[in-house]
Every structure is written in C-alpha cells, then in structure tokens.
C-alpha cells in the first residue's frame, strides 16, 4: 500500500472501526474489534481506557497498515463527552467514566446548577447540566474518588487519550470540549476558566483545536505501539457523532443526521446560534460552526436486549415477525426510558414502559413496540429542534440500524419525514479520514466523500395512527414517572 493514504479510527460504545482511504474517498481496507461496555452498577458506565481504547486502536493499525511505507494523516474520534483521569506518566487512574448513559453525577449537577445558575450556564455554554455533562462528572470524582483525583494530571476523552498516546499532546477539539459544560465558553470559543477553577481546581486544562487541526506528530513511541510511521500528522478528532455526521455531508444549515446505534444521537447544523434547555448547544466539527443535539439513553440497545431475554439470536426472524405486526403493535405502546433517559426529558430515573400488553400479543408485537416507541422519542426531539432553529431541510440516517429498512421505515412514518440514506455508512472513521485528509492538506476544506444510495419516505396512510398514538407517548412518560422513580430507587438499594 503505498501513496497517500488517509487513516481514520472511531472508538464506539461496542467496537472499534477503521478504514484507510485514498483523497478520492475510496476505500482501501477497514477493520472492526467488539469490545464490552461495563456496568458495574446502576448508573455507572465505564470503558477500561487501556485495555478498550489503547488496546484497540493499536489492533486496528497493525491490521490494516501492514507494510505501508506512508500516511499523510490520521484522525481518531470516540465516544463522548467521558471522563477518563491520568496521571503525569499518561497512565490511566481508574476507568473512563462514560457519556450521558452514566448517570452517577446526580447531585452534582444539581449542586452546581444550583451555584452557577441555570439559565447562566444554558447561556454560557449552550446547555443545561445533564447526565452528558462533564463538569458534575470531574466533581464527583473529586468528591469520591480523592485519592485518583490528588494523582490526576490530566483528563481525556477517547479521541484525545488516543491522540495523547500517539503524540504526546495533551489537546481536546473545541466540539467535545463545548460539551464539557459548565468548563467551556460557547460563544467565546475557549475555556471558561474562572468556572473550571471552582468545578476542577489543580487539573490543567487541554489545549484547544478545531477536530480537523493538527495536533501534532506521531512520536517514536507511538510509531513502535502501533505501526504508525513517526513523524505522521495526527489530528486533533472529535466526538464519534460529530465525525459520522461530517462522513455523510451533514455540514449545512439545515442539515439534520440520525444516528441509529446502541443509543440514537440527533445533529443538527444551525444557521445562526441558538440554545434550548431541552438540547445540547455545542461548536460543530468545522471552524466557528454551530450545531443543536439531542440524544436518547437507548435504542439499538433495547433490542439487543429483547433479542437476550428472548434467547433468539436470529435479528432477521425477529425482524420478520416485527414487520408482520401492523401499525401501532396492535395496541402497544413503549417507552424507550431504559436506562433513564437524556433528551428532552433529562431523567436518570426514567425507566422502560410497554403499555398495552394483553395475552394475544407476540414477540414480533413487542419487537414493532421498541421500533415505534424509539420512533416517538424521534419525534419528541426533533419537535424541539424545530422550537429552536426551525425544522431540518434534510434528514440523513446514519449507523447499523439505518441498513435495514423497517426500523428507519417506522421512524419516517411517525415523524413524517424522509430520510436519506447515504451509500457509505461505515460511520465515524470514515469522517475521520476525511477530517485527515483535510488537516494534512491533502484535498480542499470543502471536500465532501458522501453519495445518496436511498431514500426512505413517509407512508401517508399510518400518519392518522401514529399522531394519536404520539399524543398517548407523551402522556406516558408523566403518568408514570412517579412509580419509575421509586422503582429506580429501589433498583440502586437492590445493588
């Protein structure tokens, strides 16, 4: 393999991917590693950064680069915003606390909603303190995990650990770092400093790049880890849902991606800037953008769930019963609230509902219930995207769950949307190497590798249904709330 080639790695929930592509976008190799996501308890979601994020991204090189004499970049992106703590020597001190999914920091988002204001911290850094928020998450490790914290030099999320290990540069991409709030200054691009003293004392904060700058060289070390020739640029990457988004166009005002994966991320490019304290306002991939976010706790997820319980591995037969049911499940109604839920309802203690059950429902019923239920949470978000920036011009459905047609089917009829699928849907790494490509200079900023294979449009005859089935949706959430609260309670005692 020789010639310019472009290397993007994503580090996912589930799995590791890479590709190597050429400047024309096309692809010269890619390779995958599953990895486990642990739950060690109710609300704590962790990664072993060595032997998850390290471990894989030095795989995924020494498999796809072999004897290639020359990259002209390389780009990581991964889960996040995460919280990982690392002492002087890059060694990390304890596992990564995760996303918004890990939802331990309860307190400490009400602490320090409660001390900087809501409605100044929204108009500061674009977003209510939530689950996805970094901020409680380095309190609470401050709080309970003294020891780690006297010993932290530094914190990373997976792009930047990756980054860290292959060049030494301690720098965080102004995306995720505007989804650290209350440490980041939305408009002023740049840290809040005054805030990241009273929420993070004594741990320097990282140097500042825009996904697609370079960050630095790969240094010997990392060239002997990973295969990687020393000298090679690395760029500074982002979170995984930014990258997928770049990878399949979603770059314009208006542009709106879906992402189908273990969990459901919407994006959403901005003409102008805008907050909602139902979304998360954050700087795009691209120089002095803006993008909206939503993201729910589960979606993929569920039905991996479902799958287990059911003991039935076979995802096409389930897929099959599922399209059998009609409309409306035959009367059943899910909520998606699994493991709590972030956007819009921002509620750790939220929990799944499947309302309606009777003795004459099947598997496949409650296979369409999840699809549908998912499908609603769809639809609650982006009825809030639209109250802040207007409606999307074009929707884009991205990740594993878009390739097959009944659950992106089930999304554009409740939403009354049409979706476009794109003809590469090999996710992040793929936006990666585009953003390498880009930052090594090897093809022009404007350069976009994305081409529509399909488009999934609304069928009129289910709009009836699904809009009164959406309006009982959003009745369920509230009529329930009060019990799923006390069930979470009693979840966390059980532990």
């Known amino acids: 393999m020789n010639g310019e080639l472009l290397l993007g790695i994503d580090v996912g929930t589930a799995s590791s991917k890479a590709v190597l592509a050429r400047p024309d976008g096309e692809i010269v190799a890619r390779a995958q590693r599953p990895h486990e996501l642990s739950l060690p308890r109710p609300g704590h979601a962790e990664h072993d950064a060595e032997a998850v994020w390290w471990t894989d991204v030095v795989a995924l ?259 099959r019963e599922a399209a059998a049911s009609p409309a409306g499940s035959r009367g059943l109604l899910a909520l998606p609230y699994f493991a709590g839920e972030r956007t819009p309802i921002f509620d750790p203690d939220a929990r799944g509902v499947i309302a309606g059950l009777s003795l004459s429902h099947a598997r496949g019923d409650v296979y369409r219930a999840i699809y549908e239920g998912t499908a609603f949470g769809v639809r609650h978000n982006l009825g809030v995207f639209a109250e802040a920036a207007g409606a999307a011009r074009r929707v884009v459905a991205v990740g594993g769950g878009a390739s097959g047609s009944l659950w992106t089917q089930v999304v554009s009829d409740v939403c009354g949307i049409e979706q476009v699928v794109p003809a590469q849907t090999i996710g992040a790494a793929y936006g990666d190497a585009l953003l390498a490509a880009i930052g090594a200079g090897v093809v022009a900023p404007e350069t976009d590798w994305s081409e529509t294979a399909a488009t999934v449009a609304p069928r009129a005859q289910h709009r009836a249904l699904y809009d009164a089935l959406y309006e009982d949706y959003r009745a369920l959430y509230p009529a329930t709330a009060e019990v799923a609260h006390r069930l979470a309670e009693v979840q966390r005692a059980s532990v």
């Open 61 to 319: 090189c020494r498999e796809l680069l072999g004897r290639a004499e020359q990259l002209a970049g390389v780009c990581v992106s991964g889960i996040g915003p995460c919280v990982l703590p690392c002492d002087a020597d890059l060694t990390p001190l304890r596992p990564a606390i995760l996303y918004g999914i890990d939802t331990r920091a309860t307190a400490e988002i009400e602490e320090l909603t409660e001390r900087f204001g809501a409605d100044a911290i929204v108009a500061r850094g674009g977003s209510a303190l939530s689950s996805q928020a970094v901020g409680p998450k380095l309190l609470w490790l401050r709080r309970n995990e003294p020891g780690v914290w006297e010993r932290t030099a530094g914190w990373y999320m997976a792009s930047s650990f990756a980054v860290a290990r292959l060049t030494g540069e301690y720098v965080l991409d102004h995306h995720s770092a505007s989804q650290c709030d209350p440490l980041y200054d939305l408009a002023r691009a740049e840290w809040a400093e005054d805030w990241a003293a009273e929420v993070a004392p004594g741990v320097p904060l990282p140097r500042l790049l825009w996904p697609g700058e370079v960050a630095g060289t790969v240094s010997a070390a990392g060239a002997a880890a990973t295969g990687i020739p020393a000298g090679t640029p690395v760029m500074a990457g982002t979170i995984d849902a930014w990258a997928e988004a770049f990878s399949v166009g979603v770059r314009r005002p208006g542009d709106l991606m879906v992402m189908y994966g273990s969990t459901l991320f919407l994006i959403q490019v901005i003409d102008e800037p805008a907050t909602h304290p139902q979304l998360w306002a954050t700087a795009g991939v691209e120089s002095g953008t803006r993008t909206l976010a939503a993201g729910m706790a589960t979606s993929g997820s569920i039905t991996a769930w479902f799958r287990e319980l059911t003991g039935d591995d076979d995802w096409a037969t389930l897929e």
